[in-house]
């Protein structure tokens, strides 16, 4: 029998296999759509042996869309002005393990086979590293195995599946923004002055990854706030009432100053990437150079390094992100909204209602949680040494139940959802939302109701191991995952409720038809270049 964590870990590979599967048959069968976008320009030197072949009919069905410029960025580097949209991190990863592979399949493979080889590969490992790090997340905030199970699950077969597979950021993305999550929870492990200093890492290495990475600092800086309100304060009026001697007063305040000067490091750890990004591209393209690009790219009526032709170049803060977005794709404040993107609109329509409703209905059913920023109460009623649990009281029901601890992931996925609705492309929001916020697979697992199996009580999996000679019980933290899957998912390496039952309820049914649903009809649009979310 498989552990809960065993499971998940299988299930994210072979989703990951089984969408692989799917585009290459969707691929060899429908015809390719003409998108009009931008294709990478084609080596002309480039060789082509049977391999190469092979690994454009199987994985060629994932290099569409913006995956087009991720490949571009590996081979040839940042030859456009355009291609400053898209962050470094992934293609750089996807480029270095690419040369590693040459070594060894270099006769084999050109370099352009050998990269599309590398993203997928890449992009299955973070996978998979990805769910396990939403388990360990979702298990310390909702504090309940089964759920956080159920979300897991969910989150293997999320409805922007392809986006997870394809050569695009989302995977990784979804990792260093889980992790960094996961260390902003963490109670002890290298923890200074209430501030665990290694968030700045995975966060500092999302925001090179994906442009939204910039709000996973708001995690590393609210976790400071919360933990000087519900730590460092009462400790400083826990001492000041026992305090027998006046000369010592000054030194009370020195968690403050130690707690300031931590957050102060942890935020310019995280920001450091960023700001190394943006001087590489203000030099690359805003000064004067010999670009020295092959014929084959320099043909183009993009702008070229070394022009500094750009208007972005003369801001006062010379990024390029927000200018790039507008200039080339038209990204701003409801230009979307268009009559002839209505269909997007209702592609995106369902991760944001259910983001928001949720969102806002925690919010509206929580005031006193909202007011006090998700702060428990009654802050200095709790000494020191007082070692009483905190238990909130109970206000509503419902989604988050004046969780504290969810305050926060509901202020940051209500946040990317407004954001979505008023700035970006309209269905760009399923894969944004998918890889940036663990709340969708909160919600939905919550309102999933999986009733237990006819067999899965204790004493009959007991019976059932007897009998096949394991003669073990199940550990009392996994028998709700037992009970929720059955004797038989427990042994499967890829049977999981969520593609095995058949739901109670309409809105089960719905949440399992919106996940599984989007995955292949996604994954079938996506792989011929239909226009997809």
Request: proline fraction near 5%.
């Amino acid at each position: 029998m498989y552990s809960p964590r065993e499971k998940i870990l299988w299930f994210a590979l072979n989703t990951r296999i089984a969408v692989i599967l799917l585009q290459a048959i969707s691929n060899a069968i429908i015809p390719d759509h003409d998108a009009g976008v931008f294709i990478s320009p084609e080596d002309p030197s480039l060789r082509k042996t049977t391999a190469d072949i092979v690994i454009d009919k199987v994985l060629g069905g994932m290099k569409r869309w913006d995956s087009q410029y991720y490949i571009h960025i590996a081979q040839y580097g940042y030859t456009y002005e355009n291609c400053l949209a898209f962050f470094p991190l992934y293609s750089l990863i996807i480029r270095y393990l690419a040369y590693m592979f040459s070594s060894i399949l270099g006769s084999l493979l050109n370099f352009h086979s050998l990269l599309l080889l590398s993203a997928t590969i890449i992009n299955i490992l973070f996978f998979i590293k990805s769910a396990d790090v939403l388990y360990s997340l979702s298990l310390r905030v909702l504090r309940n195995e089964c759920y956080a199970y159920k979300s897991t699950i969910l989150y293997c077969v999320n409805p922007a599946s392809i986006f997870f597979t394809a050569p695009y950021s989302e995977t990784l993305f979804a990792f260093m923004s889980f992790y960094t999550m996961f260390k902003c929870t963490e109670s002890e492990s290298l923890r200074f002055a209430n501030i665990d200093i290694t968030a700045a890492f995975p966060a500092g290495l999302s925001m090179i990854t994906r442009s939204n990475g910039a709000t996973n600092l708001g995690f590393i800086l609210y976790t400071s706030f919360k933990n000087l309100l519900e730590k460092t304060l009462p400790e400083i009026v826990y001492k000041y009432k026992t305090l027998k001697y006046k000369v010592m007063l000054p030194l009370l305040f020195l968690p403050l100053l130690t707690c300031s000067v931590a957050l102060f490091l942890t935020v310019v750890v995280a920001l450091i990437p960023f700001m190394l990004v943006q001087l590489y591209n203000y030099f690359k393209f805003c000064t004067y150079n010999d670009h020295n690009l092959p014929e084959f790219l320099s043909n183009t009526e993009y702008i070229l390094p070394g022009s500094a032709e750009s208007p972005w170049c003369n801001y006062s803060i010379p990024l390029s992100y927000s200018y790039i977005q507008s200039h080339y794709w038209d990204v701003g404040f409801f230009k979307y909204y268009k009559m002839k993107q209505v269909p997007n609109f209702l592609l995106a329509s369902p991760i944001l209602v259910l983001i928001l409703f949720h969102t806002i209905s925690f919010l509206k059913n929580n005031l006193r949680l909202f007011f006090r920023l998700g702060i428990r109460e009654n802050l200095f009623n709790y000494g020191y040494l007082n070692k009483i649990n905190f238990r909130p009281k109970q206000y509503s029901k419902g989604f988050g139940a004046n969780d504290p601890c969810m305050f926060v992931y509901v202020i940051h996925a209500m946040f990317l959802s407004i954001f979505c609705v008023i700035f970006v492309h309209i269905q760009v929001s399923t894969r944004l939302l998918a890889s940036g916020t663990p709340i969708l697979y909160w919600i939905c697992a919550g309102r999933m109701n999986v009733g237990p199996t006819p067999s899965s009580d204790q004493n009959a999996i007991n019976e059932h191991f007897r009998r096949v000679g394991l003669g073990k019980r199940i550990p009392s933290h996994h028998l709700s995952i037992a009970n929720l899957e059955g004797v038989d998912n427990m042994y499967s390496k890829w049977k999981t409720f969520i593609i095995s039952k058949q739901m109670p309820d309409l809105q089960s049914r719905f949440i399992q038809c919106y996940f599984i649903g989007y995955l292949v009809i996604g994954t079938i649009f996506f792989s011929n270049f239909y226009p997809w979310t």
